[in-house]
């Protein structure tokens, strides 16, 4: 019996970080409060993600502490969602936006 290889394609149009981070999120296992802080840290990087003005503004406006906030960092190190590289946490690949996502599926039919 011979099969043939075909590929699948689609594209899903991600409106906004939050969206964008969940839709990946299964990699890491992320939870839902994961994609929130995720997400918020992200959207509000100026230097790098998890300098001491992006946690501070992130616990305010999350409504938690930061100590509750270095918690959260750290379940997202561990999971590789985020790095810690020479002296500061970078964003894992996957979640740093470039544009369209197409995802192909190759399969046998």
Do not use: P
């Not at 930061?66 to 979640?95: H, P, Q, W």
């Amino acid at each position: 019996m011979e099969t043939s290889k075909k590929k699948l394609r689609f594209q899903v149009k991600l409106a906004s970080t939050a969206q964008y981070v969940k839709f990946f999120s299964g990699a890491y296992s992320l939870t839902d409060k994961e994609i929130v802080i995720l997400s918020h840290l992200i959207d509000n990087t100026h230097v790098e993600i998890c300098d001491k003005e992006n946690r501070s503004l992130a616990a305010v406006s999350l409504g938690i502490s930061k100590m509750v906030l270095n918690t959260y960092i750290k379940r997202l190190k561990d999971k590789k969602a985020l790095r810690f590289k020479d002296g500061s946490y970078e964003l894992s690949k996957i979640f740093q936006r470039h544009g369209t996502v197409e995802i192909i599926i190759h399969g046998e039919t």
